[in-house]
C-alpha cells in the first residue's frame, strides 16, 4: 500500500461505528466489501463510498432511525451543521462517517437488527437487498472484497 491510499475500514469504517454506537460484528467486513464493490457503480444519483441513492438515506432515516430518539441524535450528531441542513444526501459524499453510520443502519434494518458475522452467500444477499432493492446485480467484486472477521468493536 502506497503512503497516499487509505485503508477504509481501518480509517472510516470502525471510528464511526464506535461513534455511532454500532459494534455489530458483522458490520466493518460487510460496509469494507460494499465499498469496495459500490466504487466502480458510481453515478450521479448515488453518494458517498457506499453509493446510498437519496431514497435509500431518506428510507433509513424515516423508517428505521426515527423510531429511536437516542440513536438519531447520535447518527446526527456525525453530520456537519451546514451541509446536512442544506444538501442532507450531498452529506453522504462529504462526510464519510456519517455515511459509514448510515450504510451500517440501512444493513440492520434490512437484517432485521444487529448485523453478525455472515457467510459469502448471506453477505451478498443482504448487500442485494439493501443496495440494490433485490435487484440481481454481479456480485464478483463483493465476493472477492468480502472476508468476514470479527470486529474489534464487538465486545
Not at 441513492?53 to 447518527?75: E, F, G, M, N, S
Not at 442532507?88 to 440492520?108: D, F, I, K, V
Not at 440481481?136 to 463483493?142: H, I, L, N, Y
Amino acid at each position: 500500500m502506497n503512503p497516499y491510499c487509505l485503508d477504509l475500514k481501518q480509517a472510516v469504517i470502525e471510528p464511526a461505528l464506535q461513534c455511532a454506537q454500532l459494534p455489530d460484528a458483522g458490520l466493518p467486513a460487510w460496509l469494507d466489501a460494499v465499498a469496495q464493490a459500490e466504487r466502480p457503480r458510481r453515478s450521479d444519483n448515488r453518494f458517498g463510498p457506499f453509493g446510498m441513492t437519496a431514497r435509500q438515506h431518506q428510507h433509513v432515516w424515516d423508517d428505521y432511525i426515527a423510531q429511536w430518539p437516542d440513536l438519531a441524535c447520535r447518527i446526527r450528531g456525525l453530520a456537519s451543521q451546514r451541509c446536512f441542513l442544506a444538501d442532507p444526501h450531498r452529506e453522504l459524499s462529504l462526510n464519510w462517517g456519517y455515511a459509514t453510520a448510515l450504510a451500517a443502519l440501512n444493513a440492520r434494518f434490512h437484517a432485521d437488527g444487529p448485523l453478525p458475522l455472515l457467510n459469502s452467500d448471506e453477505a451478498v444477499a443482504l448487500w442485494q437487498q439493501a443496495c440494490h432493492r433485490g435487484h440481481r446485480v454481479d456480485d464478483a467484486v463483493f465476493r472477492r472484497a468480502y472476508h468476514p472477521q470479527p470486529s474489534r468493536l464487538a465486545a
